[in-house]
């Protein structure tokens, strides 16, 4: 059974109140590599509870420091917020896609998707709305399936019950298409895929997909009793087809991680492990992850261990 073992500088990021911007929280990390670096970019939290996006820069996968804020409501489609950023290299630009809230207090419409794009994180090249509707927690693929770009996506996430689904592009102006959303949303359950659970559990994608030899790589999140009460935050992980990722191929059906250290137990949220980015570094997979809707953590595995996990008899889904 593989685990992920957290990292001893954990956590990595704490709020920093000297900064307003970043006073209250700083989690939900996301990572990319550019040559020798790596850039965390992270969900802040101010005082007033409005959310930006912060990018920090290390030489390792596990230290961060030169933070500053980076995307920040520019438009009235994130007046009130930009949160959990995910960054992922497509060709040769940097996609980051993040919620983007229009409305204070939050409504389901004012709940969308919306990105950024950097060449090399030294500022905002573009920015677009991007989805027509309710919806979160996109993820790019780092490379194109069948010809197209694609991505993974939460739909109607404030609706019961929410949706996970692809979407595939044939050219990246489709991405933040307002025609392309509105065809896609009219046949969602065309686009939606299940991941196994029971009726009083819930699930959220997690990190953008990951490669490897075996296929594609889903780190999200699983939450017990969701709509009962006492609801439990782990972090798990699903293997889909490398052609068709609507074809799950495995699953790990304990945990990977689970509350249990003070950072993850104590904060904003009580009790949460939310996973947000991972990349493979020489054999072995990074995931970060907010603790506590607080602090951004990072734990790893080898990843040889994580795939012979999820291709065994037992990862069935």
């Known amino acids: 059974m593989v685990k992920l073992v957290r990292h001893s ?3 990595i990021l704490v709020p920093n109140r000297n900064n307003e911007w970043e006073a209250s929280a700083t989690y939900n990390p996301s990572v990319a590599k550019l040559g020798d670096k790596y850039f965390l970019v992270y969900r802040a939290f101010d ?19 030169n933070r500053r804020l980076f995307i920040k409501p520019e438009n009235k489609w994130e007046e009130f917020g930009c949160e959990d950023p995910r960054v992922v290299r497509v060709e040769d630009k940097y996609f980051i896609s993040y919620t983007s809230i229009s409305a204070w207090p939050p409504t389901m419409e004012g709940i969308k998707v919306g990105m950024a794009i950097t060449t090399d994180f030294s500022n905002v090249d573009e920015k677009h709305p991007v989805t027509t509707f309710n919806s979160k927690a996109l ?3 780092p490379e194109k399936i ?11 996430t404030d609706k019961k019950p929410p949706k996970i689904a692809l979407s595939y592009f044939d050219k990246k102006e489709d991405i933040w298409s307002e025609a392309y959303w509105n065809d896609w949303y009219a046949h969602l359950d065309d686009h939606a895929f299940n991941i196994p659970k029971r009726d009083e559990d819930h699930f959220e994608v997690g990190a953008a997909p990951l490669k490897c030899e075996a296929g594609w790589i889903l780190i999200y999140s699983y939450i017990e009793n969701y709509f009962t009460g006492s609801q439990g935050w782990r972090i798990d992980a699903l293997l889909l087809d490398s052609q068709d990722p609507a074809k799950i191929l495995g699953r790990t059906h304990e945990p990977l ?24 570094e020489e054999g072995e997979l990074f995931v970060y ?5 607080t602090v951004s953590c990072v ?5 040889s261990d994580l795939v012979q996990e999820l291709t065994s008899e037992r990862a069935k889904p």
């Open 9 to 11: 500088n954990n956590p």
């Open 47 to 65: 005082s007033n509870g409005r959310s930006t996006v912060g990018l920090a820069e290390g030489s390792s996968p596990t230290a961060f420091s």
């Open 139 to 141: 993820g790019f693929f």
């Open 146 to 156: 069948n010809g197209k770009y694609a991505a993974i996506l939460a739909a109607d």
């Open 257 to 280: 991680l689970y509350p249990i250290e003070d950072y993850e137990i104590y904060g904003n949220v009580h009790n949460i492990v939310f996973p947000s980015g991972a990349i493979i």
């Open 289 to 293: 992850y907010g603790g506590a809707d």
């Open 299 to 303: 734990a790893s595995c080898k990843l």
